[in-house]
């Protein structure tokens, strides 16, 4: 469930570059001028010596960046299925913040797809769904072992789009380890089952009956 959250934290700070979180910036296209790649994204120096990073596929505007969080902050969900996502948008800053395990989980499953779905290019939102899709179909209460070897071959398919649009930085060990998920169902039987949601809730139970905030793990035990 942290691939997901970690995945999910990549995907939106790097459409809103939010600071901390994006996989994009100077560095990562220095990258691409050092691999010798996509030359349309190298950076440029204007006449008063300030560097300017041409828009990549993925880049939002302000305009598409409020859209996305005006979008994200009208979703009404049914009481007890999440986190008041209203209260984690902020409009302000035009970010996502104070997201838990559970709201990456309820986004990169449910909403993303929606939110995204008039501020990208298409080939970009479509590589995007198919990720967003890959983990909703993962994290199915039922999971048919036939199905398992086309899946994996279709996300394999999925991060080899991911590798067509968005930055070499953008890879980083969570990304790999997406690849390891189908075979670790196949071994250990559905998601579900190793989920560690309801034990968090539990710890936060716990933890609001102790007054005094030092060795409040052990105070509560």
Not at 55 to 60: C, G, V
Not at 106 to 116: G, M, R, T, Y
Not at 142 to 156: F, G, I, M, W, Y
Request: charged residues 25%; hydrophobic residues 40%; aromatic residues 10%.
């Amino acid at each position: 469930m942290h691939i997901e959250k970690n995945v999910c934290e990549s995907i939106y700070g790097t459409l809103l570059l939010i600071p901390g979180k994006t996989k994009d910036g100077l560095k990562s296209m220095n990258d691409l001028v050092e691999m010798g790649i996509r030359d349309e994204l190298a950076p440029t120096f204007k006449n008063n010596k300030r560097t300017f990073i041409p828009a990549a596929s993925y880049t939002l505007t302000r305009d598409e960046k409020t859209r996305f969080c005006k979008a994200l902050k009208s979703i009404k969900v049914p009481a007890g299925y999440s986190s008041n996502i209203k209260n984690l948008v902020s409009m302000k800053d035009l970010k996502l913040q104070g997201l838990k395990s559970h709201d990456c989980h309820v986004l990169i499953q449910q909403l993303l797809p929606i939110a995204i779905r008039c501020v990208l290019p298409k080939h970009v939102k479509e590589v995007v769904i198919r990720l967003c899709f890959f983990f909703n179909l993962l994290c199915s209460s039922v999971v048919d072992v036939s199905t398992l070897e086309k899946l994996q071959a279709e996300h394999v398919v999925t991060l080899c789009l991911l590798e067509k649009y968005f930055p070499p930085s953008f890879f980083d060990i969570m990304i790999h380890l997406i690849v390891h998920l189908v075979n670790k169902v196949r071994l250990c039987g559905p998601v579900y089952l190793r989920w560690m949601y309801h034990f968090e809730r539990y710890m936060k139970t716990l933890k609001s009956y102790v007054l005094h905030g030092i060795y409040c793990r052990r105070r509560a035990v």
